[in-house]
C-alpha cells in the first residue's frame, strides 16, 4: 500500500492538486495513523492488541484542503472507516438516542457508542463545529466510549480545540470534552496562506442568467470542480423543522430556488444554513412578483444571511439581479438584495 505521501505526491504530478508547504506538514500524522491501523492484529490467548494511534484534529482556515486531505487519507485505509459530515453524524447520533429512550432504554448513549465501535475503526468528520447545546452536552460521553472502545477519530475544524462551543450555553459543562479531545488526539494547525477554493473560482462567472442548459452545463462544471462530482443529502435541524441541501460535499451545497425557498423556512434555517456551509450552488431562481410573493421573501431573508456570513454563492436565474422583482409588492425592498448579489459576484467575494 501507497503511503500518504506517495499518494500526495503523485496527484500534484498528475496536476488534480497544487502543491503546498502546508498540506504536506499535515501528511506525517495521517501517515503515522494510517500505518498503526494497518497493523495487523497479533494472534494468541494472551496477546492483548496494542492501544489504537491517537487521532487528529486538523484546524485551519476555510479552502485550505483541510477537507481534500482527508478524502485522500481515508483512501488509503485498508481498515473499516467512515466519512462523515460532523453535522450529519450528530443528527444520526440524536436520532438513535431518541429511538433507543422512547423504547424504554435508559441509556441509550452507551448501545448507540457501541454500535459505532463495532462496525468501523476509524471515524473521519469533516468539519467539526459545535454549535447546538443538545450536541454539547452529548459530545462528552459520546466520544470518551468511541475513544474507549478503540476507535480512530480524524476530524477537520474551521476552529482550534479551545474555540469549540465558544460562548455557548452551560459552556462550563462542555470543556471536558475539549481536554478529552487535546488528549486524544494531536492538534495540527493547517496554517497556509493559499485558499484552494477561491483558486479555484478565481476570475470565474458565478451568476448565469437565463437558467438554460448552458447555464447549467457551467454550474456542474462548477461543481465538479470544487467536489469532484461527490454528494450526499445533509439535512440541518432547527426549532422542529428540516432544512434539506439535495447535494452537500466538503461545505459545498447545492439545492434548487424551490427547495430553499418554496417551503416555510424563516431567518432561523437561513441562519443555520449559512453556518453549514461555505459555497452555495442555487439553481433556477424565477423572476419574482406578487404572483409568489412569499417566496421571494424568503428569498431576500436566505440572501441577507449569506452576505452576512459572505458565503460565495453560485446562482442561475431567469434574470439579472435588478430584473429579478420590477414590479409589485415588495419590488423597491428587493433592490438591496439585488445591490447585495451584484456584490456577491466579486472575485474576492467569501471565504474570510
Not at 40 to 50: M, Q, T, Y
Not at 264 to 284: H, N, Q, S, T
Request: glycine residues 6%; proline residues 5%; hydrophobic residues 45%.
Amino acid at each position: 500500500m501507497q503511503s500518504v505521501q506517495d499518494i500526495y505526491a503523485a496527484r500534484v504530478a498528475e496536476g488534480r492538486i497544487k502543491e503546498d508547504p502546508a498540506q504536506r506538514a499535515a501528511l506525517p500524522e495521517l501517515e503515522r495513523i494510517r500505518v498503526a491501523l494497518a497493523e495487523p492484529a497479533k494472534k494468541g490467548l494472551f496477546r492483548k492488541p496494542p492501544p489504537p494511534p491517537k487521532g487528529l484534529y486538523i484546524w485551519g482556515g476555510v479552502g485550505r484542503g483541510k477537507s481534500m486531505l482527508m478524502d485522500l487519507f481515508v483512501e488509503t485505509l485498508i481498515v473499516p472507516a467512515r466519512r462523515v459530515h460532523f453535522h450529519a453524524f450528530m443528527q444520526e447520533i440524536q436520532a438513535e438516542i431518541h429511538r433507543l429512550r422512547s423504547g424504554g432504554v435508559e441509556d441509550p448513549v452507551r448501545p448507540v457508542a457501541r454500535a459505532v465501535s463495532d462496525s468501523i475503526k476509524l471515524l473521519a468528520f469533516d468539519e467539526m463545529q459545535i454549535t447546538d447545546i443538545a450536541d454539547a452536552m452529548l459530545v462528552g460521553r459520546l466520544f470518551e466510549q468511541l475513544f474507549d472502545a478503540g476507535c480512530v477519530v480524524v476530524t477537520t475544524s474551521n476552529r482550534v480545540p479551545d474555540d469549540l462551543y465558544k460562548d455557548g450555553l452551560n459552556r462550563q459543562l462542555f470543556l471536558p470534552f475539549i481536554a478529552l479531545l487535546k488528549d486524544r488526539m494531536v492538534v495540527h494547525e493547517l496554517a497556509s496562506d493559499r485558499d484552494h477554493r477561491q483558486d479555484r473560482l478565481a476570475g470565474a462567472q458565478v451568476y448565469f442568467s437565463p437558467a438554460d442548459a448552458k447555464a447549467r452545463g457551467e454550474i456542474e462544471r462548477l461543481w465538479v470542480e470544487l467536489t469532484h462530482g461527490d454528494h450526499e443529502e445533509l439535512v440541518l435541524h432547527v426549532k422542529g423543522r428540516q432544512v434539506v441541501l439535495p447535494r452537500f460535499h466538503n461545505g459545498v451545497a447545492r439545492a434548487s430556488f424551490f427547495d430553499l425557498c418554496g417551503r416555510a423556512l424563516g431567518p432561523a434555517d437561513y441562519l443555520a444554513l449559512a453556518e453549514a456551509v461555505r459555497v452555495l450552488v442555487i439553481e433556477d431562481i424565477p423572476r419574482l412578483s406578487r404572483q409568489n410573493f412569499n417566496e421571494a421573501r424568503r428569498f431576500v431573508t436566505l440572501i441577507d444571511a449569506l452576505y452576512e456570513a459572505r458565503v460565495k454563492v453560485i446562482a442561475s436565474a431567469a434574470a439579472e439581479p435588478e430584473m429579478l422583482y420590477v414590479e409589485g409588492t415588495g419590488a423597491f425592498e428587493f433592490e438591496r438584495t439585488a445591490s447585495r448579489l451584484r456584490e456577491m459576484q466579486a472575485a474576492d467575494w467569501g471565504f474570510d
